[in-house]
Nanobody, 115 residues
Framework: QVQLVESGGGLVLAGGSLRLSCAAS????????MGWYRQAPGKQRELVAI???????NFADSVKGRFTISRDSAKDTVYLQMNSLKPEDTAVYYCNAERGPNNYWGQGTQVTVSS
C-alpha cells in the first residue's frame, strides 16, 4: 500500500510563497514519475508540475517561471515551491505518484491566495 502525505498548504497573500511537501511511504524512485495536481472549485483537476524518475520536469504553462518541483531521495519527499502566488492559484493541491498502470494520490492540501 502506497501512502502519500501532503503538507505545507495554507493562506497567503498574493505575491507570496508557499512550499508543499509530499512524503511517500516508499522510495520515490520506485515510481515512474511524481507530480502535483490541483483542483479549484467547479473546475477539473489539472496537472501543475511533474518530475520523472530520470529527473525530467514539466510544468503547466500557468505556473512556468513561478513554481519549481524538486525531490529529496533521502526523505522520500517531493516538493513544490510556489512563488509569486496569484489568487487564481487557489485550489486543493494533490500529490500524485505513478507506478506502471497504478496512480496513487494524497489526501490534498488547501492553498488559498488572497488578493
Amino acid at each position: 500500500q502506497v501512502q502519500l502525505v501532503e503538507s505545507g498548504g495554507g493562506l497567503v497573500l498574493a505575491g507570496g510563497s508557499l512550499r508543499l511537501s509530499c512524503a511517500a511511504s516508499r522510495s520515490i524512485f520506485t515510481f515512474t514519475a511524481m507530480g502535483w495536481y490541483r483542483q479549484a472549485p467547479g473546475k477539473q483537476r489539472e496537472l501543475v508540475a511533474i518530475i520523472t524518475n530520470g529527473g525530467d520536469r514539466n510544468f503547466a504553462d500557468s505556473v512556468k517561471g513561478r513554481f519549481t518541483i524538486s525531490r529529496d531521495s533521502a526523505k522520500d519527499t517531493v516538493y513544490l515551491q510556489m512563488n509569486s502566488l496569484k489568487p487564481e492559484d487557489t485550489a486543493v493541491y494533490y500529490c500524485n505518484a505513478e507506478r506502471g498502470p497504478n496512480n496513487y494520490w494524497g489526501q490534498g492540501t488547501q492553498v488559498t491566495v488572497s488578493s
